[in-house]
């Protein structure tokens, strides 16, 4: 007969399934709001330690998470609603056909769909954003909510996330649990550090080398600071391509520089190696196939999932690899 404690297990994974499908269109803003209350710890204990009741020290800390998420995703819906008809025209002006030379052979390719989608999606993007802004509101709302509970109560819910595991696998919960911080830490923090610094840099670099709109491009830059690897690389590539289609090869080549140089690496090595103490250091190679898996499978939460999911994966093999080294060293 099953014991009282593996039936009570049973039920809570029963349950956990069930609230899983009932709230399916919340997972993602509960697993958000979770894992962004798992760093804001210390900044409640710090709130706490100045002499805040607990109340105020965990609305006080979730005051901060909800500015510090609105702020941005405010901004970035204003620029692109301002900007609307600036991404119509540069859609529009991508050529219908590119003819590629090399070698006296030429090849055009034709770009005509492609056009039209690019010119479509950006047309309709400012509308489906204000569409989607009353569900956006109670999410944000519920993420607040979630993270004042998380913070004010963090002690009961390590407890009762412990309580199932035996007392002889705490210690790789704490392992576990360090990784995971150490991944969030490197994905929250670590990048919105470099986003920032990719801004500053990334203005007057657009401002100098005469783009229009520079802030908005600069903002673009520092979004794209959290795709791994490819980064602002990404948008100096393309403002390069658009360059080269209407015959400026030479400014081509100046933003591909100085671009390239000041915008898509400096910050990383301005910034990362003196935060990188409390990472993770997951290979860029891991975290590119967690990031870009995470995205395809889940949506936009995979891109905290996704490395989230291949860190720990990371952290159970060398766990099983000290596990049969001591073992060989035993027997």
């Known amino acids: ?78 620029l692109v609603y301002l900007r609307r008809d600036l991404f119509v025209d540069l859609a529009q002006a991508i ?6 030379a090399v070698s006296g052979f030429t090849y055009t390719v034709d770009l005509t769909p492609f056009r039209a989608d690019i010119v479509a999606a950006v047309a309709n993007l400012a509308f489906d954003v204000a569409r989607a802004l009353p569900v956006l509101s109670l999410k944000l709302t519920l993420f607040a909510i979630l993270i004042f509970a998380l913070v004010m109560h963090h002690d009961d819910a390590t407890a009762a996330f412990i309580a199932p595991v035996p007392a002889r696998y705490h210690d790789l919960v704490r392992r576990f649990s360090d990784r995971a911080r150490a991944t969030l830490y490197s994905i929250y923090v ?11 840099l990334a203005l007057p670099v657009f401002l100098l080398l005469g783009y229009p709109f520079p802030f908005t491009l600069a903002l673009v830059a520092g979004i794209l600071q959290f795709l791994p690897i490819v980064g602002p690389s990404l948008l100096v590539g393309a403002l390069a391509v658009w360059k080269l289609t209407i015959g400026d090869t030479t400014g081509a080549v100046v933003l591909l520089v100085a671009a390239g140089v000041l915008v898509a690496w400096l910050p990383d ?22 990031f870009v898996g995470g995205l395809l499978t889940v949506g936009p939460v995979g891109i905290i999932a996704g490395p989230l999911v291949v860190a720990l994966a990371a952290e159970a093999a060398q766990l099983l690899a000290a596990e049969n080294t001591a073992q060989r060293t035993l027997s």
Do not use: C, K, N
């Open 1 to 78: 007969m099953p014991s009282r404690r593996t039936v009570t297990t049973g039920v809570l994974v029963a349950v956990l399934g069930l609230a899983a499908a009932i709230l399916a269109d919340v997972l993602a803003t509960v697993f958000f709001a979770v894992t962004v209350a798992a760093l804001l710890i210390p900044v409640y204990e710090w709130f706490h330690d100045r002499g805040l009741p607990p109340w105020w020290a965990s609305a006080a800390t979730s005051v901060l998470a909800f500015v510090g998420t609105l702020v941005p995703l405010t901004v970035l819906a204003g």
């Open 95 to 100: 050529p219908r056909e590119l003819t590629i």
């Open 190 to 200: 670590l990048q919105a550090a470099t986003a920032a610094a990719t801004v500053a």
């Open 269 to 290: 090595v301005l910034v990362r190696p003196r935060l990188s103490r409390r990472t993770a250091h997951l290979p860029g190679s891991l975290y590119y196939i967690g």
